[in-house]
């Protein structure tokens, strides 16, 4: 068995995603652990995480790496901000922005024991709370069900650097359960146009029904 590197801190094991584990033998959601040439690493399942099931359908700009700061918006109880951990490493840091009380216990216990894991209790429409606590950074996620996904987005932009990525999970039953998926998909990407361009378009439908997972560039 070894690990090869897909990404930056993104490693295939027998054709299953992993990270390695920044707190060993620590496990976040019940992910299975394994130690290979003295490495602990964590599966990452791709249904569990919106960004695994993209990169196993074939991401290209996956560019979350070692020591860069990322805004996760929509962090729930620390599944995939868990591995965006492992991958920025401890000179790294992710904010995570969480509305719900119940998803913000859980994921203060995995704050606790990741240091470069920040977590914000708050409202990702309400940036103005949180935004001399987030410096600029490299990447935002977003991963929030909300009808306004693209002005979410949007109004975070500006904690974004100049020609940084967003990565969002487009979910197009929480937008509008009246159109077509790919109507609500054309129109989240002219709603926030004039502040991004477009990377990259990814159909995770087989992880996640009805999901399209978007890379975009800053303008």
Same mark, same amino acid.
């Given at each position: ?12 094991? &027998?054709?299953?995603? =992993? ?16 130690? +290979? ?14 960004? =695994? =099931? ?11 790496? &070692? ?20 991958? @920025? ?7 995570? @922005?969480? +509305? ?22 708050? /409202?990702?429409?309400? @940036?103005? /709370?949180?935004?001399?606590?987030? $410096? ?15 002005? +979410?987005? +949007? ?10 990525? =967003? ?8 937008? /509008?359960?009246? $159109?077509?998926?790919? &109507?609500?998909? &054309? ?33």
């Amino acid at each position: 068995m070894d690990a090869k590197e897909l990404f930056d801190g993104v490693f295939s094991i &027998e054709g299953k995603l =992993a990270t390695v584990n920044m707190v060993p033998r620590r496990k976040v959601y019940g992910e299975e652990l394994v130690e +290979i040439d003295g490495r602990e690493y964590r599966m990452w399942n791709p249904y569990r995480s919106k960004l =695994a =099931a993209a990169i196993m359908m074939g991401l290209k700009s996956m560019r979350i790496a &070692e020591g860069d700061s990322v805004l996760y918006l929509g962090a729930s109880t620390g599944t995939t901000s868990s591995h965006v951990s492992d991958i @920025v490493g401890e000179n790294g840091a992710v904010y995570c @922005v969480e +509305i719900s009380e119940r998803s913000m216990r859980d994921l203060l216990k995995v704050c606790e024991a990741r240091k470069n894991m920040l977590p914000i209790f708050g /409202d990702a429409r309400r @940036v103005e /709370d949180y935004a001399d606590d987030v $410096k600029k950074v490299d990447a935002i996620y977003e991963d929030v069900a909300a009808p306004d996904q693209a002005d +979410i987005l +949007i109004r975070n932009s500006t904690l974004l650097k100049k020609r940084g990525l =967003a990565y969002i999970a487009i979910k197009s039953q929480s937008i /509008d359960i009246s $159109k077509r998926p790919k &109507e609500v998909f &054309e129109g989240f990407l002219e709603r926030v146009s004039g502040h991004f361009t477009v990377v990259e378009t990814i159909d995770i439908g087989r992880y996640d029904k009805k999901h399209l997972f978007v890379v975009l560039k800053k303008a």
